[in-house]
């Protein structure tokens, strides 16, 4: 079963040529369909903004409910270099989808999107762990308890609390509602 997430699209907007936005729009399609929420930027805020603050609020808002930002990076989009930067602040999970150039030589955006992206796929493998080491500790303490070691079954608990406790907490730092 697939967690239904609110996901932000940075994408391109002003300079998005017709088969970008297809892309993206099928995209965020296939999300919605999945059951997820998608903030997609050309139809999610009004663009009608002759100065650009408005929709920086827009985004910053959606951004801020997003469980994930989902990636489609053109180095020529001005407000995706604004809203990684909010990526980034926020401590978002990162989905990279595709680049629309190629990467140049040295530090780049790019890059930076693509570390986040790794770190992301990091800490869900040790969310993803979490579950598993929580039962193992309540399996344990059902068998001490079953062979009357009560020091052991004490000790298991203890385990179990540190453990979803320790989960909890990182929940909350990697923005995980």
Request: glycine share 0%; proline share 0%.
């Given at each position: 079963m697939i967690n239904k997430m609110k996901i932000h699209l940075i994408c391109p907007v002003r300079g998005v040529t017709e088969e970008q936005q297809k892309e993206i729009d099928d995209y965020a399609k296939s999300l919605e369909a999945e059951g997820h929420t998608v903030h997609n930027p050309k139809y999610a805020v009004d663009q009608d903004d002759a100065t650009g603050y408005r929709i920086c609020w827009g985004h910053l808002e959606s951004m801020?409910?997003?469980?994930?930002?989902?990636?489609?990076?053109?180095?020529n989009s001005k407000g995706s270099h604004f809203d990684v930067g909010?990526?980034?602040?926020?401590n978002k999970a990162i989905k990279f989808v595709k680049a629309y150039q190629q990467?140049?030589?040295g530090k780049s955006y790019l890059k930076v999107i693509q570390e986040i992206e790794?770190?992301?796929?990091?800490q869900q493998k040790v969310m993803?762990?979490?579950p598993v080491l929580i039962q193992r500790q309540k399996d344990l303490k059902l068998e001490a308890v079953k062979a009357q070691n009560f020091e052991k079954a004490t000790e298991a608990r203890q385990r179990e609390k540190d453990l979803s406790d320790s989960y909890e907490c990182a929940k909350l730092h990697?923005?995980?509602?």
């Open positions: 801020r409910n997003a469980n994930r930002a989902d990636i489609f990076w053109d180095v909010m990526a980034f602040a926020l990467d140049n030589e790794k770190e992301t796929i990091r993803n762990a979490y990697f923005n995980l509602k």
